[in-house]
């Protein structure tokens, strides 16, 4: 865990160092430092450059991680309750029904929340697509693992359906933007937004390490969580309802990005095992450091374009995959 954090720290600090203009990591940890403790050192760096860092960078690293840490906390949970390990809030449809709440307050409602009306929408757009994913699975007795993902597939294709329409019908000056953020980015951070994913992240992952123990027992199977005296289809619908509105908040404000939830987990099981009171706060250190670098790839490859984050996990995520879908099918 501690090689995870310093891995993290560095992390943090090369991704905010690069980019079209390129910043020495002991000039991004001055202005850090100044920041922190005014006057601590003495400025020798251009107000430029500490725009650059302190306004634009850190807030977009920083979101980089929380969004990371969610979505793999959430695919890490989803796995334990579904006992399927390609389940993840992509697949499942949960992203797609948050896309669609957000796209719902972007084109036509507008804020009359304020900023919490986006990540408002999005959880409960979240939630609206996991409730049809249960129903879906109920009603067409796709109990199996395998199954339940099809049936996320299916809703997943139905509800960007709904939001491909919202987007055709809503105002054309507008869509540009949105199409970009359903590719994923993180370049609209902002300090004053970053309060909303990170009190929904430290709520979330509490939970759900608190709920460790269960977690483990879900693994095996509902006959032996039963047993254990764990009201199995009351703790999947929760899990499924914090693992909806932290997967809509972190959406809301990042767009859709896929795949983290379903190749993190299984990286962290290789090193640490099956024990979720390990595999939780591992997902989640490695889920940042993952789309950390993942959004300094996104930055680099075309720079000085900025590459939408979700083409890089998509990628990155499908052919993690197939390799996943060959792996089992050799066992």
Excluded at 37 to 45: A, I, N, R, Y
Excluded at 54 to 80: E, H, K, N, Y
Aim: glycine letters at 12%; hydrophobic letters at 55%.
């Amino acid at each position: 865990m501690i090689s995870g954090l310093c891995c993290l720290i560095f992390s943090i600090s090369l991704a905010v160092s690069v980019g079209a203009i390129p910043v020495p990591q002991q000039t991004v940890w001055s202005i850090l430092i100044n920041k922190l403790s005014s006057g601590t050192l003495e400025q020798s760096w251009s107000a430029g450059r500490e725009a650059i860092v302190w306004d634009i960078r850190f807030p977009r690293v920083i979101l980089a991680g929380l969004v990371g840490a969610g979505l793999a906390l959430v695919g890490a949970t989803l796995q334990a309750v579904t006992r399927n390990p390609l389940a993840d809030p992509h697949l499942l449809g949960i992203s797609s029904g948050a896309a669609f709440g957000a796209i719902l307050a972007l084109l036509h409602t507008g804020l009359f929340l304020g900023l919490i009306t986006v990540p408002l929408f999005a959880f409960i757009g979240a939630l609206g697509a996991s409730a049809l994913v249960l129903l879906v699975s109920r009603m067409t007795s796709a109990t199996s693992a395998d199954r339940l993902i099809l049936a996320g597939v299916a809703v997943s294709f139905v509800v960007m359906a709904g939001a491909n329409i919202l987007i055709f019908i809503g105002d054309p000056r507008s869509t540009h933007t949105v199409v970009f953020w359903m590719l994923g980015g993180l370049g609209l951070a902002q300090w004053s937004q970053l309060l909303y994913p990170l009190i929904i992240l430290i709520i979330g992952g509490l939970y759900f390490w608190l709920k460790s123990t269960e977690l483990n027992a879900m693994t095996v199977g509902d006959e032996t969580a039963s047993t254990l005296g764990i009201p199995v289809a009351r703790f999947r619908l929760t899990i499924f309802v914090v693992g909806a509105l932290v997967t809509g908040v972190m959406v809301a404000f990042s767009g859709m990005i896929g795949f983290i939830g379903l190749m993190v987990p299984h990286i962290l099981r290789r090193f640490v095992g099956g024990n979720y009171r390990y595999v939780l706060p591992g997902s989640a250190l490695v889920g940042a450091i993952f789309l950390i670098w993942a959004d300094i790839a996104a930055r680099t490859i075309m720079a000085p374009e900025d590459m939408p984050i979700g083409i890089i996990t998509g990628l990155i995520g499908g052919l993690f995959f197939i390799w996943l879908l060959g792996r089992g099918q050799r066992r």
